[in-house]
């Protein structure tokens, strides 16, 4: 059984500093977050992010993860985590560390799980030139949410106990068994707990909608090869509007775009995944 | 004075390897392929991707670079370049390696330029299931090459004497002091020798377009903090079509994408930096 704390998205991706070795933390992966393919990558990321600003003792109320760059090596399990840092460039208004998250096998070899470039600086401040408005979409009160979905596809909706997502009619198309192929899923996400988005939260919406592939009636799994995150705003509390989109989707990959933009109409992340068959 | 080899892309991104010290290789850096402000960032990805491929020991005949993704850590200058790789995952389909590229200063210290990551792949072999065709744009012969730009503003629209771009008359209003401020430049790109493109070459047309902000009159130098790049092509003969774009552009900071077609109409590249006053 799984306690409330493993749902809370604060609690899942702590780390603890290790004393025996500098740049290093522990963290512990919870099934929760994960489905039987493994560990979902927003929480892998914001674990890096989190070892990554605890390496550098960047003063938190200032300084966020800013773009965040990882290659998916192999599947992570529930289960301890290992995480190595080395900071390689300490600027005024950037920070940029390296990380690796590794994990044990039932034979103790350390096998390599993600390795990630994550920098951390100040956020958007200065004067919008060009920023254009989200889209109109349908509020969440008349989306789809996961216990709307028919039985069989229930589970493919969300596979996150501790995220609340939702998809616009439209866009729910592919759980009725007639997908809209127009190459973009509009929704809304947020912490099932009630907590408000932070910059860490924006990692966990990237990859918290269906793959873009379901929207063409391709319900296979595509692992996540690489995925890099720009995130340019503290985001405003409340629910986030998600919007993902592909001009890429092959039999064998896809290139898939997330935008993120907070309650304030605020684009505060941009992220694209490189999912492949490997 | 440079010589016509300096300004042919494969010869100004050729590797050597060192026998004193595993995966370690040299490169030579042209100031043709640069600015006052650095040596240009498609070329250093160009240096990096040749070095981790000759590190794998791939077969250049099936495997090319797939997804690169740096972190531009301080500005590169002319001259000799060391680059450092470890690689780090050998799949059947992909290889994962790490590069790093450094430059000695005037008094023998040793700086990190870039660091990053790099897979090398099997490149779209399977069937398309959503790939949009490009954007319909005037032919490369009415558009705007660099000798019919006014005298004052030519320099801007290309400072790369190894390839040759156009832009269409609509993206060119900036340097006519009349900025389209509509968010995205159209043009083409090929290499100046004649020389048709191959994966490398994609990551040269990246960064060959004006900076997307000149398109809002901001004709400033904000540097490449970050760039991904994912190959999904090896490219057709003849000229590739770009497409730059943004929709997060701020007084500090951009957002900027790339998408580069083949003549085929393939989309064989999308890039995305983010670029910012550090």
Not at 143 to 166: E, N, S
Not at 210 to 231: C, E, K, M, N, Y
């Amino acid at each position: 059984m799984e306690s409330a704390k493993s749902a809370d998205f604060l609690a899942a991706t702590s780390v603890v500093r290790r004393t025996d070795t500098p740049g290093t933390f522990d963290s512990h992966l919870s099934p929760v977050w994960g489905t039987a393919e493994g560990i979902d990558g927003g929480i892998l990321l914001a674990v890096a992010a989190r070892a990554t600003a605890a390496a550098t003792a960047v003063r938190a109320e200032r300084f966020f993860p800013s773009s965040v760059s990882a290659f998916f090596l192999t599947a992570s399990r529930p289960g301890p985590v290992r995480i190595h840092t080395d900071v390689i460039q300490r600027g005024s208004r950037f920070t940029t560390t390296q990380v690796s998250l590794t994990q044990k096998t039932e034979d103790d070899r350390e096998i390599e799980r993600l390795r990630a470039l994550v920098s951390h600086g100040t956020l958007a401040s200065q004067a919008p030139v060009h920023t254009p408005l989200p889209p109109a979409i349908t509020p969440p009160s008349a989306c789809i949410a996961r216990a709307d979905a028919p039985g069989g596809t229930a589970k493919r909706l969300g596979h996150l106990a501790g995220i609340d997502i939702r998809l616009t009619p439209e866009c729910a198309g592919w759980a009725f068994d007639s997908p809209s192929r127009t190459g973009h899923f509009d929704g809304w996400f947020r912490l099932a707990n009630g907590r408000d988005p932070d910059p860490l939260a924006l990692l966990a919406a990237v990859h918290a909608l269906p793959p873009i592939s379901f929207d063409f009636g391709r319900v296979g799994w595509l692992p996540t090869v690489q995925l890099t995150a720009h995130i340019r705003g503290f985001p405003a509390p409340g629910w986030l509007q998600v919007r993902t989109s592909t001009k890429a989707l092959r039999e064998d990959h896809v290139v898939e775009d997330a935008e993120v933009w907070d309650s304030d109409g605020e684009l505060v992340l941009q992220s694209r995944q490189f999912a492949a068959f490997v």
